[in-house]
C-alpha cells in the first residue's frame, strides 16, 4: 500500500535525508521518500504490516527529528 503523509515541523533538507535512509533501511518497507520543500513523506509497505510498520516509522522519524511529526 502506497501513501503521502504530510509532515509538520521538518526544519531541515539534511534531517529529511537522514530521516529517509532510517525508514529505507526497515524491512517492512518496500520503499519511502521525505520530501523537505513539500513536507511530504511517501511510503510503500505492504497491507497486512501497514499499522505497526508506521509506528516504526514515526519512532525512527522522532530520533532524528523530535519535533517532526506526521499529520494523519
Known sequence: MK?????????????????????????????????????????DIADDKFDATMKKVEKAMQKVEPDCSIVW
Open 3 to 43: 501513501k503521502v503523509f504530510k509532515l509538520e515541523d521538518l526544519d531541515c533538507a539534511n534531517c529529511a535525508a537522514k530521516m529517509e535512509r532510517a525508514i529505507n533501511d526497515m524491512e517492512e518497507v518496500n520503499s519511502a521518500s521525505v520530501n523537505f520543500m513539500t513536507q511530504k513523506l511517501t511510503i
